[in-house]
């Protein structure tokens, strides 16, 4: 069965420092397509990344990088330097060949970052 | 261009009253799909739309939910009659087209509280 886990529940640092948030998933596909998203306090969702799983190359967007490691079956985030705007739910996500259109989300992660 | 729009933003009624949510999705997304997010959670679909047909509406309480998008455009949601635990956030996203996973884009919710 199809499961995403975010074992962080809340995280908390001071500004500039470096924040990793966990993401494992469970699956049974050997195709699926993994996703990053935002939720701020005003409460949108924000689309970050969606990786495919033929593709292991980490990715690197300003601040924002994500480990993708099909052996551990895990898709980390790490943000660089941090900032107060950077304070946010985070979901990691999983959706299937079969069903590409279900996203099946984890508990996300809140991270506070403070001045 | 304008992202996911939702409203109400907030909603406060009381149990066993009716109430509707509306969503327009992004211009020219054929795929609209209805979230719920309970406190603490990450969103579970409720409902997803090809254009004018519902395709997924397996997790969509019957009883007392129904959805429409009648021209295949914009789509309402509605509870009839509502319960305390029906108090939670209702997201609504659309993607351009399903066949290729396309993104799903998030609006930013009706808060539903239920007294």
């Known amino acids: 069965a199809q499961k995403v886990t975010q074992a962080q529940t809340e995280i908390s640092v001071v500004e500039k420092e470096d924040v990793t948030l966990d993401c494992v998933y469970e699956?049974?596909?050997?195709?699926?397509?993994l996703f990053w998203y935002k939720q701020p306090p005003s409460g949108e969702l924000v689309f970050l990344i969606r990786?495919?799983?033929?593709?292991?190359q980490n990715e690197i967007s300003g601040r924002y990088s994500w480990n993708f490691q099909k052996s551990t079956s895990s898709f980390n985030f790490t943000i660089t330097a941090s900032q107060v705007v950077d304070s946010a739910v985070y979901f990691c996500a999983l959706s299937e060949e079969d069903n590409t259109d279900k996203l099946i989300f984890g508990t996300g992660t809140r991270l506070q970052v403070f001045p | 261009e304008a992202g996911v729009v939702q409203s109400p933003r907030y909603k406060i009624i009381e149990k066993k009253q009716p109430v509707a949510f509306w969503c327009n999705p992004i211009?020219?997304?054929?795929?609209l799909y209805w979230y719920l997010q309970n406190l603490g959670q990450g969103p579970e679909l409720l409902i997803r739309?090809?254009?004018?047909?519902?395709?997924?509406d397996s997790q969509l309480p019957k009883d007392r939910f129904s959805a429409e998008r009648l021209k295949g455009v914009d789509s309402t949601l509605k509870i009839q009659p509502a319960e305390l635990g029906d108090s939670a956030v209702y997201l609504c996203?659309?993607?351009?087209?399903?066949?290729?996973?396309?993104?799903?884009?998030f609006g930013p919710g009706t808060r539903l509280t239920v007294l």
């Open positions: 990786r495919n799983s033929f593709d292991e």
């Open positions: 699956t049974r596909d050997t195709t699926y397509y």
């Open positions: 211009s020219g997304h054929n795929t």
């Open positions: 739309y090809e254009n004018e047909e519902a395709v997924d």
């Open positions: 996203a659309s993607s351009l087209d399903p066949q290729t996973t396309d993104t799903q884009y």
